[in-house]
């Protein structure tokens, strides 16, 4: 997908999401990949699994939860990867500019 972007602490991120990863972040949920999803595609994360609690009040009012990276390739994005057994995928309806 071609989404238009914004970056934040030096990282390109969607900007329908980026409100959403910075809120993310403020509160200590380490992220390690994100989109903002469109029409066609649900948006999703890929946040530490240790940090799912510190993400719920940020998240969508639907949101799905899978454990691993849901078939993203971390190593395409991270310097130094989680193993996927240490990440969640959370998909949900893309944003389209709600942020």
Wanted: with cysteine; charged share 25%; glycine share 10%.
């Amino acid at each position: 997908m071609n989404h238009k972007t914004v970056t934040l602490n030096g990282i390109e991120i969607d900007r329908s999401i980026a409100p959403l990863i910075r809120k993310l972040w403020n509160a200590g949920v380490r992220t390690y990949q994100s989109c903002g999803g469109d029409h066609t595609e649900k948006a999703y994360l890929i946040i530490h699994k240790d940090d799912l609690q510190k993400a719920l009040p940020f998240l969508p009012n639907s949101f799905k939860v899978e454990k691993g990276t849901g078939g993203y390739c971390l190593e395409d994005y991270c310097k130094k990867p989680p193993r996927s057994e240490d990440v969640l995928n959370i998909s949900f309806e893309g944003f389209g500019g709600k942020y």
